[in-house]
């Protein structure tokens, strides 16, 4: 009797977490996160310098490459629906786009599932491992595009 008592409050625990809704107020503090995937580039080496091209200079082979790309630094939630980017590096990043430190972004929670920024400068998010106070502590994401990356961020 005792363990399908137990059993119940355990189970009743679990669907409670489970079904707890979410929003905004699910991603609130400083998370550390970090990105990353792959681009193909074309080009050419000199020397050991890698030099992307979009038409192959007639004296050099150029050739596609996969380049790593990787980014990673802090970023606050601030429960209310905008995200502050506190500290960012980028590696081999390969152009324009993406947040400086101090860009603010708006973000949107629906269940277990987020957005923050835009289609095509931002980063989708799926939420988890949620505190007590139902805020999440770890969060995946993945920005959308040709060359997609993807990461975690977790609260610090």
Not at 81 to 102: A, C, D, E, M, R
Not at 131 to 143: D, F, I, K
Request: aromatic share 12%; proline share 3%; glycine share 12%.
């Amino acid at each position: 009797m005792k363990k399908t008592a137990l059993f119940l409050i355990l189970m009743t625990m679990v669907l409670v977490t489970a079904s707890s809704a979410t929003s905004v107020a699910s991603l609130k503090g400083t998370y550390a996160f970090q990105l990353q995937g792959t681009s193909n580039q074309y080009g050419y080496y000199s020397g050991s310098t890698w030099v992307p091209v979009s038409t192959c200079p007639s004296t050099q082979h150029c050739f596609d490459q996969a380049i790593t790309k990787l980014s990673y630094g802090t970023f606050s939630f601030d429960g209310l629906g905008h995200v502050k980017f506190l500290t960012i590096t980028n590696y081999n990043s390969g152009g324009s786009g993406g947040p400086v430190v101090g860009t603010v972004w708006d973000y949107s929670v629906s269940g277990f599932n987020g957005a923050m920024g835009t289609s095509t400068n931002g980063a989708y998010l799926t939420l988890g491992n949620f505190s007590a106070a139902g805020v999440a502590q770890t969060v995946l994401m993945r920005t959308e595009g040709n060359n997609p990356n993807t990461g975690t961020a977790v609260l610090q």
